[in-house]
Structure formats: C-alpha cells, structure tokens
C-alpha cells in the first residue's frame, strides 16, 4: 500500500505567523474553476479519517543564529523525519527516527526504500560534508535539469529534490546542522526492491 507523509501534522508544529505566510502565498495562485469530485473513503478509512486530525501546537520560530534549534525547526517545516523513518500501519515507529528504510512502491514496479539520515558513517550520511550536503540539494535547483528516464528493472526517488533545491543555503546549512545532532544508528538500507521479490 502506497503510504504518503501527514505533512499538516508538522505544518501545526510551525510558528503561527509562518502557517499565515503559507495561506498568503496560496492565495496568489490563480484559481481553478474546474469541480473536484467528491472524495468517497472506504471502510474502515471513512471511520478513521474523524479520529486523525489534531489541534496545532504552534511553536516559536528560532532565531536563526541558534543554527541547531533553527535546524530543527526548519527539518520540521521540511518533514524529514516522515520519510526517513520506517511506518508501521502509516504510523512511525518510535525509536526508529532518521533511520531511513521507509518503504514506497514505484509507478514502475518495485519499491524504493528512504535512506538512513543518521550520522552513521558507513550506512548513514556521517561522512557529508557541508559542502557535499547543500551541494546534493542545489544540484537539483537547475531549470534544465531532467530526471533520467526509469523502467521496471530501475528505480527513481520520491525524494522531492527539485523542490527543496529552492531552499536558501543558510536554511539547508541549518538542517544539516541539526542532523549532526542525530545519533549515529548502523542500518544498512536497500534502496531498491523489485515487486518480484516481494512476492
């Protein structure tokens, strides 16, 4: 089953006056006057869905020369640890943050898994750099750049790079901070499952 991240749960962890700078920016976009059609969900999800909203814990913005506390808020805003995080029931597993391993199935075929994000140095990113950290990000933030074309024998992310490449450099140098903090944990991850394989 395709699991996707509950972003709004960190977008209520944000500061109150960022949340207002996001509905400000959503409403410059230009309308759509096209009908969406009425969402049908299926049991047990029609029962479920009343029970996963919560209310906001808004949090103040860190001033940015805390780089680690920013960090963090900043890798919050971003969602990393959704994704990086192995899910049990599209719930994280508590004591597995940043260990990457979570799973996606591909358009294509197969399943991609998220890579471990601790500061391991053999199985996590313990041997980045700075340099190399921004680097991987700002790589994407070309308007020419395009993906190379995939097929069921390989693979492609879901790992939204084109998007966070429009981060400032102070804002990834930030999170990059912060990850420092992450505990280094040994977890080997593969990247790519075939659906065979699965089976």
């Known amino acids: 089953m395709q699991k996707y991240s509950e972003q709004y749960t960190y977008i209520g962890k944000m500061d109150r006056e960022d949340v207002y700078s996001i509905i400000a920016y959503i409403r410059t976009l230009k309308a759509d006057p096209s009908e969406p059609k009425e969402s049908v969900s299926n ?12 209310k906001p814990n808004f949090t103040t913005k860190p001033d940015e020369k805390d780089i680690v506390k920013y960090g963090a808020y900043v890798a919050n805003q971003a969602g ?3 994704c990086h995080t192995p899910d049990e029931k599209g719930q994280i597993i508590p004591g ?3 260990q990457g391993n979570r799973e996606f199935m591909l358009p294509t075929g197969g399943y991609i898994h998220t890579s ?3 500061q391991d140095v053999e199985t996590g990113i313990g041997k980045w750099t700075e340099e190399q950290f921004v680097r991987k990000f700002k790589s994407y933030a ?3 750049y395009k993906p190379a074309p995939v097929d069921k024998n390989t693979y492609n992310t879901f790992m939204p790079w084109s998007y966070y490449a429009g981060m400032k450099e102070t804002d990834l140098k930030a999170i990059y901070a912060y990850l420092k903090t992450i505990k280094p944990v ?4 593969d990247k790519f499952t075939l659906a065979s394989i699965k089976k």
């Open 43 to 54: 049991f047990p999800m029609n029962f479920i869905i009343h029970l996963i909203p919560q």
């Open 186 to 189: 040994s977890n080997k991850v």
């Open 116 to 118: 471990n994000i601790t």
């Open 80 to 82: 990393c640890v959704e």
């Open 142 to 144: 070309d308007s020419n």
């Open 96 to 98: 597995k943050e940043w």
